[in-house]
């Protein structure tokens, strides 16, 4: 079963703590620029939206890397990058719609969510709720049990 | 501290050690070599010949820079044999113990059996004391056996020198391993108005005269000629491999595994002396060429200090320049193609010429001839295997276009079919 | 730090002028074809898209060349073409994914865009903002923030649910 990394933004408080731990556990340093979840603002409203990657199915990353650094590896539907093979060409980073690739100045290499394979530290460590990693059919139970208890309130 | 040993200072080896010392600066790094000169480009031999650079432009490196970044250069040395249960290097000036060793012992020149290959004014194309050699003798009527890519740019440059200059190929056509008859057909053009001799379909028999050369004899006809210069295919270096007991595959040369390490744990090689895989077919195949033998040197540096990096494949990638035009080719020819549903595109556009040939939707080989503008994207599509109807998808929808501006230079070769 | 030519394609209306200026810049020829950046047109669709070299932190370009002379400055990390070897056998042009190494062909040697050394002549030539020098991170901050915009805006009959 697919899991997605679910973010509900009503819950996300802005406490930027998945980025530290993110960035701790990929880069082993508290370096929010090398996260690869990053906490996007919506000042007018006062939202926190945190943007992870969203695994896309035919993902805008994959196509335009020229080097094929960039899989999408079917079985288990997550999209990689082989940072051996990785040019450092800023296709990827361009490319995303959602700002999500992001690129390592230090190394030279661009990097992105790699669901921690299969245990994303972002969601164990966000103390909210805002971000969870569950499959697609217990989100869509999840959103359907709050639509109901909304509409029951009403 | 872990000690590294490599033997040969080519384009492999260097980049090895550079790779190496790069990652740790603590490594002791040794490099052993037969050639008495820091590392050169050997890719430019022929612009050397010619005169279109100077003998100091072809050194890549200079003494001095082995010791700033602390490589222990031995010159001039040959290794006798390798003690892999010693974990030794035994050479004719002491043995050299090692924790990994990096085999980049290159290749040499193939010199085919025929009598009188060893007369004075026979020469072979490797080394910049070959060229040295050949400047020396003061070639006016040469020879040039083999239509490689080394052969086309050695009879160019002998002519460029002022010298009467023949083309032999065994074979039925010119540059046969990168390119196919018609592109071939089109450079032959070039090199026969420039003056050039071509002989195809003619095999060397002989090379005869006193005490020097003074003539060859084809399988069609006698040639008079002061020098022949051996351009007819190069044989890797794995003898000392062979007696440590290092696998050495069908092609013969080593054998080695994804990650350049050779059966002898420990022990790695890259460069012309393996044999690796073809990126686009991922079979066996022996690609001499400096860019994968600079990415092998990578690769297996990296591998030997513990990072795990797999070799992705050898790839054919050859330019060169034929009295100003330029010709390039890449990826694999019709013949590397037989038995597949090959679909040829060709186009002509003010006086340049390419042919892309595609499997199943996939460009998998491309010549080139006056025309290099561009054809890195066809390039990165080819190693990335991508599609015609996902480029085609992809150059039609505007948006997607903008994303992956990349691929349009390529639009400009594959709308002409 | 980390900053980057970056092309609007929508906005590039193929005029031109950002070759002449680097060709003047680099070359000290009024030649476009001399220009490290180069506009590939698509008449069919009307769009014109600027090549440039994209300053790869690993350069393809370097890893193929004959004569080992691109390097990366390392001090800047621009790539730097090394002209005093350079012997024109195109190689780096096969290996550039993005046509982005251009034949010099006054002095037959290969050269590609070195952002001028920090004031890209292109950019303060650009008519129309199609070509801009940015940092890479606050442009993604950007994208990322018009994001969270688009998910977090609620539909007006959702709105109207809450009340």
Same mark, same amino acid.
């Given at each position: 079963?697919?899991?997605? !990394?679910?973010?509900?933004?009503? @819950? ?11 960035? !701790? ?5 508290? #370096?929010?620029?090398?996260? @690869? ?6 000042? @007018? ?14 993902? #805008? ?7 094929? #650094? #960039? ?8 999209? !990689? ?8 060409? !800023? ?49 869509? *139970?999840?959103?359907?049990? *709050? ?6 309130? *009403? | ?12 080896? %260097? ?10 600066? /603590? ?42 970044? %602390?490589? %222990? ?20 000036? /002491? ?50 056996? /083999? ?85 007819? /295919? ?149 190693? %990335? ?33 | ?163």
């Amino acid at each position: 079963m697919k899991k997605i !990394l679910l973010i509900d933004h009503h @819950r996300c408080v802005g406490c930027r703590n998945c980025e530290m731990i993110c960035s !701790l556990t990929h880069e082993g340093v508290c #370096a929010p620029s090398l996260s @690869r979840i990053r906490v996007a603002r919506d000042e @007018r409203e006062g939202w926190n939206v945190p943007i992870s990657c969203s695994m896309c199915e035919r993902p #805008a990353c994959v196509m335009v890397c020229p080097v094929g #650094a #960039a899989q999408r590896d079917d079985e288990t539907g997550l999209t !990689l990058i082989d940072e051996n093979r990785c040019i450092g060409c !800023l296709q990827c980073v361009q490319a995303c719609p959602f700002g999500h690739a992001d690129f390592n100045p230090i190394r030279g290499v661009a990097f992105k969510c790699d669901r921690c394979g299969g245990d994303p530290q972002c969601a164990k460590f966000c103390w909210t709720g805002a971000i969870t990693y569950e499959t697609v059919e217990s989100a869509l *139970e999840g959103r359907r049990q *709050e639509t109901a208890r909304r509409t029951a309130a *009403e | 501290m872990v000690s590294i040993v490599i033997v040969g200072n080519g384009a492999a080896g %260097n980049r090895a050690a550079e790779i190496i010392r790069g990652y740790d600066p /603590g490594a002791a790094i040794t490099m052993v070599a037969r050639e008495e000169s820091p590392e050169y480009s050997a890719c430019a031999l022929p612009d050397y010949l010619s005169g279109w650079i100077s003998r100091e432009q072809l050194f890549i490196k200079q003494w001095s820079d082995y010791r700033k970044s %602390n490589i %222990n250069i031995i010159s001039g040395v040959n290794v006798a044999r390798i003690d892999a249960g010693q974990k030794l290097l035994v050479t004719e000036q /002491g043995d050299i113990s090692y924790d990994r060793l990096i085999l980049a012992t290159g290749s040499r020149t193939f010199l085919p059996p025929v009598p009188g290959h060893d007369l004075p004014g026979n020469f072979a194309v490797k080394t910049v004391t070959d060229i040295d050699a050949i400047m020396a003798h003061r070639p006016q009527r040469a020879v040039v056996v /083999g239509s490689g890519n080394i052969g086309v740019e050695m009879a160019a440059s002998l002519k460029v020198r002022g010298c009467q200059v023949t083309l032999v190929e065994m074979r039925g056509q010119i540059l046969p391993r990168i390119f196919d008859p018609e592109s071939a057909g089109r450079i032959r053009g070039m090199l026969t108005t420039h003056g050039i001799r071509v002989f195809t379909g003619e095999e060397l028999m002989a090379v005869s005269g006193c005490d020097r050369v003074e003539k060859v004899s084809t399988s069609q006809q006698v040639i008079a000629c002061d020098t022949v210069v051996w351009a007819a /295919g190069m044989k890797p270096e794995v003898e000392i491999a062979s007696q440590a007991g290092i696998e050495i595959g069908e092609l013969g040369a080593i054998k080695v595994d994804p990650f350049l390490q050779t059966n002898r744990p420990g022990i790695y090689a890259c460069g012309d002396c393996i044999e690796a895989v073809d990126m686009l077919t991922g079979m066996p195949a022996q690609r001499m060429l400096w860019p994968n033998a600079k990415r092998q040197g990578e690769v297996a540096g990296l591998n030997c200090i513990g990072c795990q990096v797999a070799y992705e494949g050898a790839i054919s990638l050859v330019t060169s320049e034929v009295f100003g035009v330029p010709v390039a080719s890449m990826g694999l020819t019709a013949a590397a193609l037989t038995g597949q549903p090959v679909q040829v595109v060709e186009g002509e556009c003010q006086g340049s010429h390419w042919r892309l040939l595609l499997v199943d939707d996939r460009i998998m080989g491309m010549q080139a001839i006056g025309i290099t503008a561009g054809l890195g994207a066809v390039m990165a599509m080819m190693k %990335n295997r991508v599609l015609i109807t996902d480029f085609r998808k992809i150059v039609s929808d505007p948006e997607l276009a903008q994303r992956a501006a990349w691929y349009l230079p390529a639009g400009r070769f594959l709308n002409a079919g | 730090m980390n900053k980057h030519l970056q092309v609007e394609i929508d906005k590039c209306t193929g005029c031109g002028l950002c070759q002449l200026a680097c060709a003047v810049n680099r070359s000290q020829q009024f030649n476009p074809s001399l220009a490290r950046i180069k506009i590939h047109r698509i008449e069919l669709q009307g769009l014109n898209v600027p090549s440039i070299c994209q300053q790869c932190a690993n350069p393809p370009c370097a890893a193929v060349c004959l004569m080992n002379v691109i390097k990366k400055d390392p001090a800047t990390g621009i790539t730097v073409p090394g002209h005093n070897s350079c012997i024109g056998c195109r190689a780096c042009q096969l290996a550039c994914p993005f046509e982005a190494r251009t034949y010099d062909h006054i002095h037959d040697v290969m050269v590609n865009c070195d952002l001028c050394w920090g004031h890209p002549a292109c950019v303060e030539i650009c008519p129309t903002g199609a070509l801009q020098y940015c940092d890479i991170s606050s442009h993604l901050a950007a994208v990322r923030d018009a994001e969270a915009v688009k998910r977090t805006r609620v539909p007006d009959w959702e709105r109207g649910q809450h009340g």
